[in-house]
């Protein structure tokens, strides 16, 4: 039929449309790079998704709740530093796969600042509840160690965008967990032979 919109799966549009936002950003990513890649005329990506703002607003968003759900499997660890250490770990290897754009997107794209901030705040509230519980020294400060591991992870980003490899991102990671103060109740194994 004439003019009905070609059909398409919505998971998969998205999916398309954060890669090309991911690759290009936002302000460079036109209507007509995103119908191509996604295979659909222009009326039939107004149809599905109304404008180029309403599409990157629901394909950002399927890309944030990802990266949530991965720093909240990490945040479950049981002791902070090892939550930082899983996420910094993973964040190092997504930002180099080679199945994906580089970097991270919600790392760099200027419209993303309030998604930026929710990850500071989980990140500081993850903090907290290690100093509560002795694992981290109470002389941290949560909103300071929370600006210090987003700026690490967005230099992450930005060294694998500029073709950092892999074990490069690993060992910015590993630097920043050692930056961490340790808590004297966690206990250490002694050096000294009784």
């Known amino acids: 039929m004439a003019g009905r919109p070609r059909s398409f799966d919505r998971d998969t549009a998205l999916a398309t449309a954060i ?23 222009p ?7 109304g404008d180029k703002d309403t599409l990157f607003d ?14 909240d499997s990490a945040a479950a660890r049981p002791t902070a530093r090892e939550a930082i250490t899983v996420m910094l770990d993973d964040t190092a290897r997504a930002h180099t796969d080679t199945l994906t754009p580089l970097g991270c997107l919600m790392l760099t794209e200027p419209r993303l600042a309030a998604q930026r901030q929710a990850i500071h705040d989980r990140l500081m509230h993850r903090i907290a509840r290690g100093i509560a519980e002795g694992d981290l020294p109470a002389t941290v400060q949560p909103d300071q160690l929370a600006s210090f591991l ?15 490899s892999t074990e490069e991102i690993l060992a910015i990671a590993s630097l920043a967990v050692s930056a961490i103060p340790e808590s004297p109740a966690v206990s250490r194994p002694s050096l000294a032979r009784s």
Do not use: H, N, Q
């Not at 890309?63 to 720093?71: K, L, P, S, T």
């Not at 992450?156 to 950092?164: F, H, V």
């Open 19 to 41: 890669e090309l936002f991911w690759r290009a950003g936002y302000e460079e990513t036109t209507i007509a790079m995103l119908t191509k890649a996604m295979g659909v005329t």
């Open 43 to 49: 009326p039939s990506l107004y149809a599905a998704f």
């Open 58 to 71: 629901e394909a950002s968003a399927l890309y944030f709740r990802r990266i949530c759900d991965a720093i």
């Open 150 to 164: 987003m700026a690490v992870m967005r230099g992450m980003s930005g060294c694998a965008r500029d073709g950092g």
